[in-house]
């Protein structure tokens, strides 16, 4: 049918690089949700279960029960730094659910938990961009290259999202001009 997304090829092993990549992403803030709601630990179970499914576990009810938590948890934060931080947990925990859909959106999968990280540390230091940015750098380096294989097989991440957006598409372009050598 016309306007069906084409297919992606994704091995199980593929969702678990993915998600791998996205719980470190979500770690490197998580301090940043627990500093403002330390008795929450929905963010922390989102990203402890992506790591159970990075190593070796099942992709079911669980994970997706976690991200949901994490996002509830977002909702109840009383910083927007520590609602970016519990939105990267719930996107670490989302990230197993990579679609096979050859569609620009699922680039949120792979690269949101990394741009939440990112605007959860802008805000923690006032709204500095700059402090993003040197986040979804370091983020860059951390991409393994079965992530950004994975990443490159899809088309290039969507316009829109506001300032989260603009970072995945800063940290998407960064991921796609990186070679094997790289």
């Given at each position: 049918m016309t306007g069906e997304a084409s297919e992606i090829a994704?091995?199980?092993?593929?969702?678990?690089?993915?998600?791998?990549?996205?719980?470190?992403?979500?770690e490197t803030v998580l301090e940043v949700f627990e500093g403002d709601q330390p008795e929450d630990s929905r963010p922390r179970d989102a990203i402890d279960t992506a790591w159970e499914f990075?190593?070796?576990?099942?992709?079911?009810?669980?994970?997706?029960d976690r991200a949901w938590a994490a996002l509830k948890a977002a909702k109840s934060a009383d910083t927007?730094?520590?609602?970016?931080?519990?939105?990267?947990?719930?996107s670490a925990a989302g990230a197993a659910y990579l679609h096979p859909l050859a569609k620009a959106t699922q680039v949120k999968h792979i690269l949101g938990a990394a741009a939440h990280a990112a605007r959860a540390a802008e805000l923690r230091a006032d709204d500095d961009r700059s402090v993003g940015a040197e986040h979804i750098e370091q983020t860059a380096h951390?991409?393994?290259?079965?992530?950004?294989?994975?990443?490159?097989?899809?088309?290039?991440?969507?316009?829109?999202?506001?300032?989260?957006?603009?970072?995945?598409?800063?940290?998407?372009?960064?991921?796609?001009?990186?070679?094997?050598?790289?």
């Amino acid at each position: 049918m016309t306007g069906e997304a084409s297919e992606i090829a994704l091995s199980k092993q593929d969702l678990r690089a993915v998600t791998a990549f996205a719980a470190a992403c979500a770690e490197t803030v998580l301090e940043v949700f627990e500093g403002d709601q330390p008795e929450d630990s929905r963010p922390r179970d989102a990203i402890d279960t992506a790591w159970e499914f990075a190593r070796g576990g099942e992709r079911g009810k669980a994970l997706r029960d976690r991200a949901w938590a994490a996002l509830k948890a977002a909702k109840s934060a009383d910083t927007e730094a520590a609602r970016e931080a519990a939105r990267a947990a719930m996107s670490a925990a989302g990230a197993a659910y990579l679609h096979p859909l050859a569609k620009a959106t699922q680039v949120k999968h792979i690269l949101g938990a990394a741009a939440h990280a990112a605007r959860a540390a802008e805000l923690r230091a006032d709204d500095d961009r700059s402090v993003g940015a040197e986040h979804i750098e370091q983020t860059a380096h951390r991409a393994t290259p079965g992530v950004v294989d994975v990443l490159k097989r899809f088309p290039p991440a969507p316009s829109g999202g506001g300032r989260v957006g603009e970072l995945i598409r800063t940290l998407d372009a960064d991921l796609r001009s990186l070679t094997l050598a790289d």
